[in-house]
């Protein structure tokens, strides 16, 4: 009995006892039939409610929000139907998937009533319905699907379980929003070999950069060759550079070999050399140790 009611009965209940004691038993009786036909007839239905009313056993109708009579003995409410938004959730416990592999999934359904006559009349208990049909839907998704794709294409998967879903659960009065999957849990020696095997797919793709930007530094390594060999000049300035970069920092000393100064200035180098085509006369040998011989022997004849 809602409250509107029992204020009704409870005034009709003090107005009879009013009555009864100043000494109006007619009046105090019919206060009180009056009571108790309100508390059986008048009915009130939340905002987010509607009443199912059967009349002799067939339907009268749907009723509510607000308040509503109903004939005592003759009508009946036989469900009161909750519109607003409901949750459910369901799982699947080692369900095979399509390469048998044993999965546990959680996954939880947002629903709501359209259709309060159907859901009253179509089926005993809707809300116990929408959780077989979810776990059995769930059970038929992971049973056709490869674990690569269950796992991967979550969103895909939960698309076609909630239109499943919805189309055996519409013929109730009842739509499904949405259909949400919070986990996906398969067997630990399965998850190190998956580890393992995403490792190997990370290492592999790493040696396949690095070895492409080898080949890159190479290619320019080869056409960086090809332009010292055809200008020279860039080749001194570089080394040149080099040089300059090295002795930029404090009390460093290098030793450079001559031949290195030579090609920093090859212009000297060659100046060096004797001419294309000339022959050099050779230097006489001077036998200095004769020399000295001879000029001591004419020294001991003078004495």
Known sequence: MNSITSFIVAVFFLSGALAYAVGYLPLAILLWLCAVIVAQSLRMANTWQKCVVLRAGKLRGVNGPGLFLIIPVVDRVVATIDERIQTTAFNAEQALTRDTVPVNVDAIIFWHVHDAKKAALAIT?????????AQTSLREMIGSSMLAVLLSDRQNMVQDLCGKIAEKTAEWGITVRSVEIRDVAIPEALQDAMSRQAQAEREKQARIILGSAEAEIASKFVEAANIYAEHPA?????????????TKERGTTILIPSAMVDSLNPLAATLKKPASGRSVAPTPAVNHAGAAEADLRAASGAG
Do not use: H, K, W
């Not at 208990?125 to 049909?133: E, G, M, N, P, T």
């Not at 080749?235 to 090295?246: D, K």
């Open 125 to 133: 208990d809707y809300s116990q319905a929408i959780d077989r049909v």
């Open 234 to 246: 860039a080749l001194q300035l570089r080394a040149m550079n080099i040089i300059y970069e090295t």
